[in-house]
C-alpha cells in the first residue's frame, strides 16, 4: 500500500481548522488530569469525552488502539512512565506498535506526557507536549497548540468558577500525615491498580476498600504509595493510625479542624461532624481517608465515613469484608523472605536466604519453619535445602518453630491432624485428597465444577454441601496448612469451583504419612477422572495454555499415565500437545517417555493413543533439536504402519508429515521437498484444501523450497497458506503466526528487505501477546525481525545491542548448546565481524561451527556454511591464503549437496571470487565472477540484492585485470540499480560506492 503524506507530528498544524471533538484517552489514575483537559477544551469550543482506558492483555494493542479510532475527531493520549504498563505490557510492544500502527495513523493521534521521565523511544512519533513541572495558564496554552486550537474562550460553554477543576499539578488543600513517600518501593503495581478500580468504581458513598493481610507484610506501605501515586484524584487526602481507639478518634477528629469545620474540642463532636461534612461531601467532596491497622471494629458504625470521596482501610481482620470491599494482600516480597531468614539465622548469607526463599516460593508457613529449623540447628543452608529437595527432612524432628505456627515434625503434626479428626474431620478428608494430587497449587474446586464426576461415597459431600466444603477449607488455612488461591482474575463470578489451594511439598509429604490411606486408590481415580472432565480438549489455543499448565503437575501422582479409560488417555495427550504447543519441550519429553513406559505394556504399538504419542513425541525432539532421536523414532512408526492391513491413511500422513521433516533437518533438502510435494497432494485429497493437516503440509512445503533456494515459490505458497490459516485457524492461532514468520522470511530472502521488516514488526508484535516474549516460536519471530532489521540498513547502531540481549534470552530458554541458539550465535558473529569486533566474531563462529558439527555431522549443508564463515573471519583478519583455502572447500561442499544454482552456492562463489581476487588469482576471479553473475541473475533476477553484489564484485575484478571500460559499465549499471532497489543511503549502496568488495555470510537456517 502506498504511503500517504500527512501533517507532521499526528496534531492538527497550528491555524488550521481545531477538532470538532477530542477523545481524551487516560488510565485510570489520571482521572484528574483527563477531566481538567476536557474542560479546558470544552471551554474553547471543542467537545471532549473523557475516555477511560486499560486495554485487556488478551485482546492485541493494535486492536486496543484501532478501537479509539472509531470515535470521531482526535484521540488524545494522556501520557506518563506509568502509561506504558497498562496491560501489562513489555515495552517493546508499545514501541513496535507506535512505530507501525500509530504512526501509520499519526494524523488521528497527539499525547500530552506528564512526567519528567523518559518515555519510550518511539513516543516520539506522538509528539508529545509536556506538561510537567509547569503553571496552568502554560499547560493550557500547550494543549491548544498541540491540537491547533486556536485560543476562544467565550465561544465555549460558560463554566461557573467554583466548577473548575483542580488543576492536577496543585498539591491538595489537605494532606495529612501521609507517611513519607518510599523511594525504594517497588512492584505491587497490579494491586495499586486493581485497589484504584474498586474505589473508582465502587457506588457513590459506599468507596470503601480494606487492605487484609498478615502483620509485616507491607499494608502499610502500600496504602501510603496509593495516597502518594493518586494524590492528584483528591482535594483532601488524610492518615488515620488505627492501632489505638483513642489516637484513631483524636486522628479523625484533627481532620474538622483542617477542613474549618465550626466545632470544638471534644471528640465527638468533631467526628460527627467530619462524617458529615465527608458525607455531604462539603467543603470538599474529593477526599480519601486512609484508616491504618484498624483490626477492632467495634466502633465500624461511629467511625467509617461515607459520601463521596474514598475509605482505605488496612486490617488482619477478616470482618471487614461485612462493611468494605476486601482486598487481599499476598505473600512475602522476596526482600521480606530474604530479610526475615537472615533475621532468624545470621549465619546464612544473602544469596543463601534468597535460594532458601525461592524454594519455599515466598510462602510464609515453610519459610517460618526453613527459618526455625536453620537458627536453632545452626545447620548451613545448602545443607539443609538439599535435605529438603531429597524428601528427608519431614522424617525427622524439627527445632520448635516460633510464632505459634505448628512444628514441622511428623510429631507435631501427628497432634495436629488428629485434633482436626475430633473437631472437624472433613478437613481431614480434604487434605486425604490433595495428597493425591501433586505438591504446590492444587484445583481444588474441579471437585465442585463437575459434580457429574464419578467420586467414592466418601467425598461426594465436597460437591454437594458447600457450607461444609467451605467450613473445612476455611479451618485448614487457619491452620496454615493450606493457603487458598483463586484462578484468573477475582470477579464476581469468582466461586468454590475455581477455587484452588496450595499445599508446600513438605506439608504434602507429611500428609501423605499422617492420613488415611485406605482410601487413597479410589482418590487417586476420582482425581484422574477430575483432570480429564478439566481438559479443555483444545491445546493449540493459547487460552488454554494456563488451564493444561495447571493439570500437568498432577497427571502421575494421580495415576493417569497407567489408566485405561479413553478419556484419561485423551486429556494425557492433550498436556503433551500443550507441552509441545506452549515450547515446554523438556517437560515434554520427560512426560513422553513416562507415558511410553507405561503404555507399551498394555497398549498395542499401532494403537490410535500410541501412534498419537509417536507423532507428538516426534514433534517435541525435533523442536528439541534431537533430529536423530525423532528420525529413529518415526521411522520404526512408519515401518509398522507400512505392516498394517488395512492400511491407516490418516495415521500414514501424520507419519509421512514427520518423515519429510526430519529429512529437512539432516540435510537432505530434495527427497524432503519429493516427499512433502507429495504428502500436500495426499493431504488434499484425503482431507480437503483447508484442514489441518493440509495446512501444515502446505507450509512446511514451503519451508522445502526455502531450503533449497527457491524463494519466489516459496513465498508464493505461504502467501497462499498464510490467507488460508487467517481464515480457518484465525490471526492469532500459533501455526498462523508462523506462518507470517515464514512470509517475511521469504521477503527478505527474495530482497524486499523493507517489505520484511514491516511485516515482521507486526508478526512479533502478536506473537509476544499471544505467546509471550520468551515463547521459543517468539524468539525465533524476534531473531528473524534482528535480521530484517539488519539486511534493511536502519539503526545500525542499535542492532548489535539488541542481538546482544536477544542471545542471552535464547540461551536462557534453549540453552547454549540448541541449534537455535547456535543459529543466532552465528548471526550475530556475522554482525559483530561486519563491525569490526573480529575477536568475539571469531570466537562466536568458531563456537557456532563446532556446535553445528557436533548435532548435524560435518557434511550437512549447514556445516558446509559455517566453514564459508570460517573463511570470512580469515579473511578480514588477513589470513588471505587461508580463507581462499575454507571458502574454496565450501564451495565445493556446497555444489556438490545442493548443485551449482543454490544462493548458497551462488554466496559462496561470491566469496571465493574475492578470496581469489586477493590472493592474485586475478584471472581466476574474473572467470568464476561472470559465472556466479550469470546463475544468479537467472536464479534470482537481475535486481535481487545478491545479483548486484555479484555485479560489483565482477567490476572490481574486471578493474583487476585492467577491463576498465567494461568495469566502468558494469560498476555503473550495479550502482544505479542498487540506489532504485535499496535507496542511496542503504548501507549496501554506500559501500558499493565506497567501492569496498561486496560478501555475503551464511544465515544458519535448518527449517
Not at 340 to 368: K, S
Request: charged residues 25%.
Amino acid at each position: 500500500m502506498a504511503e500517504q503524506a500527512r501533517p507532521t507530528g499526528g496534531g492538527a498544524p497550528r491555524g488550521s481548522t481545531a477538532p470538532e471533538h477530542v477523545l481524551v484517552v487516560f488510565p485510570g489514575y489520571h482521572r484528574p488530569w483527563a477531566t481538567w483537559i476536557a474542560q479546558r477544551l470544552d471551554l474553547h469550543g471543542v467537545r471532549a469525552t473523557p475516555h477511560r482506558w486499560d486495554p485487556p492483555r488478551e485482546v492485541p494493542l493494535e486492536d486496543s488502539l484501532g478501537d479509539l479510532l472509531l470515535a470521531r475527531g482526535q484521540v488524545l493520549l494522556v501520557l506518563n512512565d506509568w502509561f506504558f504498563e497498562l496491560g501489562p505490557r513489555p515495552a517493546g510492544e508499545w514501541n513496535d506498535v507506535l512505530r507501525g500502527f500509530v504512526a501509520a495513523h499519526a494524523d488521528r493521534f497527539a499525547a500530552v506526557n506528564l512526567t519528567n521521565r523518559p518515555l519510550l523511544p518511539a513516543t516520539a512519533v506522538l509528539e508529545p507536549v509536556g506538561l510537567w513541572g509547569v503553571g496552568e495558564d502554560e499547560a493550557e496554552a500547550r494543549l491548544l497548540g498541540r491540537l491547533g486550537i486556536e485560543p476562544r474562550r467565550s465561544a465555549g460553554r460558560r463554566i461557573p468558577p467554583g466548577a473548575l477543576v483542580r488543576y492536577p499539578d496543585t498539591p491538595p488543600e489537605v494532606w495529612g500525615e501521609v507517611p513519607r513517600r518510599n523511594p525504594r518501593f517497588t512492584g505491587r503495581d497490579d494491586l495499586l491498580t486493581e485497589l484504584q478500580e474498586r474505589l473508582m468504581d465502587a457506588e457513590r458513598g459506599n468507596a470503601a476498600c480494606t487492605l487484609l493481610g498478615m502483620s509485616g507484610i507491607g499494608k502499610t506501605q502500600i496504602a501510603a504509595e496509593y495516597a502518594h501515586r493518586f494524590s492528584p484524584d483528591y482535594d483532601t487526602v488524610w492518615w488515620v493510625s488505627s492501632d489505638d481507639r483513642n489516637v484513631q478518634r483524636d486522628r479523625f477528629g484533627e481532620l474538622a479542624v483542617e477542613l474549618g469545620l465550626p466545632v470544638g474540642n471534644e471528640p465527638g463532636e468533631r467526628i460527627r461532624a467530619v462524617r458529615e461534612a465527608l458525607r455531604r461531601g462539603d467543603p470538599q467532596s474529593r477526599w480519601l481517608v486512609v484508616f491504618d491497622g484498624w483490626d477492632d471494629i467495634r466502633d465500624v458504625g461511629v467511625m467509617l465515613p461515607h459520601g463521596p470521596g474514598h475509605v482505605l482501610i488496612t486490617s488482619r481482620n477478616r470482618l471487614w469484608a461485612e462493611h468494605t470491599d476486601l482486598l487481599e494482600v499476598g505473600g512475602f516480597a522476596r526482600a521480606e523472605s530474604t530479610g526475615y531468614l537472615m533475621r532468624r539465622a545470621p549465619h546464612i548469607t544473602a544469596a543463601e536466604a534468597d535460594e532458601v526463599a525461592h524454594e519455599f516460593g515466598d510462602v510464609p508457613l515453610p519459610l517460618v519453619q526453613a527459618a526455625a529449623w536453620l537458627g536453632e540447628s545452626g545447620m548451613e543452608a545448602p545443607e539443609y535445602l538439599r535435605m529438603v529437595r531429597e524428601g528427608r527432612l519431614s522424617t525427622v524432628d524439627d527445632p520448635t518453630g516460633g510464632e505459634g505456627v505448628p512444628n514441622a515434625s511428623l510429631t507435631s503434626w501427628s497432634i495436629l491432624i488428629n485434633r482436626l479428626r475430633r473437631a472437624q474431620p472433613q478437613a481431614v478428608e480434604i487434605l486425604s485428597f490433595c495428597a493425591s494430587f501433586a505438591p504446590g497449587r492444587i484445583p481444588l474446586g474441579l471437585v465442585r465444577a463437575y459434580p457429574q464426576a464419578e467420586l467414592p461415597e466418601d467425598l461426594h459431600w465436597m460437591a454437594n454441601d458447600l457450607p461444609a466444603w467451605t467450613r473445612a477449607l476455611d479451618t485448614l488455612v487457619n491452620y496454615s496448612v493450606l493457603t487458598r488461591e483463586t484462578r484468573g482474575p477475582v470477579s464476581t463470578d469468582t466461586g468454590p469451583h475455581q477455587e484452588s489451594v496450595h499445599m508446600h511439598r513438605l506439608v504434602h509429604d507429611i500428609v501423605s504419612r499422617l492420613t488415611d490411606g485406605a482410601h487413597r486408590a479410589a482418590h487417586r481415580k476420582a482425581v484422574r477422572t477430575l483432570l480429564a472432565e478439566a481438559d479443555p480438549g483444545n491445546p493449540m489455543d493459547s487460552r488454554n495454555w494456563p488451564r493444561y499448565a495447571e493439570l500437568l503437575p498432577h497427571l502421575e501422582p494421580s495415576g493417569a499415565l497407567e489408566s485405561r479409560s479413553p478419556r484419561i488417555q485423551n486429556a494425557v495427550l492433550n498436556c503433551l500437545r500443550y507441552c509441545y504447543r506452549s515450547g515446554e519441550f523438556k517437560a515434554g519429553t520427560r512426560l513422553a517417555e513416562r507415558i511410553r513406559l507405561s503404555w507399551s505394556g498394555f497398549m498395542d504399538p499401532v494403537a490410535q493413543p500410541m501412534l498419537t504419542l509417536t507423532s507428538q513425541e516426534g514433534n517435541i525432539l525435533r523442536a528439541a533439536g534431537r533430529f536423530r532421536e525423532a528420525h529413529v523414532l518415526d521411522s520404526a512408526a512408519l515401518e509398522r504402519l507400512r505392516a498394517q492391513t488395512p492400511r491407516n491413511e490418516h495415521a500414514e500422513l501424520i507419519a509421512h508429515s514427520a518423515a519429510a521433516s526430519n529429512l529437512r533437518y539432516l540435510g537432505q533438502y530434495t527427497e524432503a521437498e519429493e516427499l512433502q510435494r507429495r504428502l500436500l497432494d495426499e493431504s488434499r485429497r484425503i482431507l480437503g484444501e483447508n484442514e489441518f493437516m493440509t495446512l501444515l503440509a502446505r507450509h512446511n512445503l514451503g519451508v522445502s523450497l526455502r531450503l533449497l533456494g527457491r524463494y519466489q515459490e516459496a513465498y508464493d505458497l505461504d502467501a497462499e497458506n498464510l490467507a488460508r490459516r487467517e481464515t480457518v485457524l484465525r490471526a492469532r492461532h500459533a501455526n498462523t503466526l508462523n506462518s507470517g514468520s515464514a512470509l517475511a522470511h521469504d521477503l527478505r530472502l527474495l530482497g524486499r528487505y523493507r517489505d520484511a521488516l514491516v511485516r515482521q514488526e507486526a508478526s512479533v508484535r502478536l506473537h509476544v501477546q499471544v505467546l509471550g516474549a520468551q515463547h521459543p516460536q517468539t524468539l525465533s519471530a524476534r531473531a528473524q525481525l534482528a535480521l530484517c532489521r539488519r539486511r534493511e540498513g536502519g539503526a545500525q547502531q542499535d542492532i548489535g545491542a539488541q542481538m546482544a540481549s536477544l542471545l542471552e534470552q535464547i540461551e536462557q530458554v534453549h540453552g547454549r548448546e540448541h541449534h537455535t541458539t547456535l543459529t543466532f550465535i552465528n548471526n550475530y558473529a556475522n554482525y559483530l565481524r561486519e563491525h569490526g569486533d573480529l575477536d568475539h566474531a571469531r570466537e562466536l563462529t568458531a563456537e557456532a561451527e563446532a556446535g553445528f558439527r557436533a548435532i548435524l555431522g560435518p557434511a550437512h549443508p549447514v556445516a558446509t556454511g559455517m566453514v564459508a564463515n570460517t573463511g570470512l573471519v580469515l579473511q578480514a583478519a588477513g589470513d588471505r591464503s587461508g580463507a581462499l583455502a575454507l571458502l574454496e572447500s565450501a564451495l565445493g561442499g556446497f555444489t556438490a549437496t545442493l548443485g551449482p544454482d543454490h544462493p548458497w552456492v551462488l554466496g559462496c562463489a561470491l566469496n571465493a571470487a574475492a578470496a581469489r581476487n586477493f590472493n592474485g588469482r586475478v584471472g581466476d576471479a574474473v572467470e568464476l565472477s561472470r559465472e556466479t553473475l550469470r546463475r544468479a541473475r537467472r536464479v534470482l533476477g537481475d535486481e535481487h540484492p545478491l545479483t548486484l553484489s555479484c555485479r560489483i564484485a565482477l567490476a572490481a575484478d574486471l578493474r583487476g585485470v585492467r577491463e576498465v571500460e567494461e568495469a566502468g559499465k558494469v560498476e555503473e549499471d550495479g550502482l544505479l540499480a542498487l540506489t532504485r532497489t535499496l535507496g542511496a543511503q542503504h548501507p549496501h549502496t554506500l559501500s558499493a560506492r565506497q567501492r569496498n568488495r561486496p560478501y555475503w555470510d551464511f544465515e544458519a537456517y535448518l527449517g
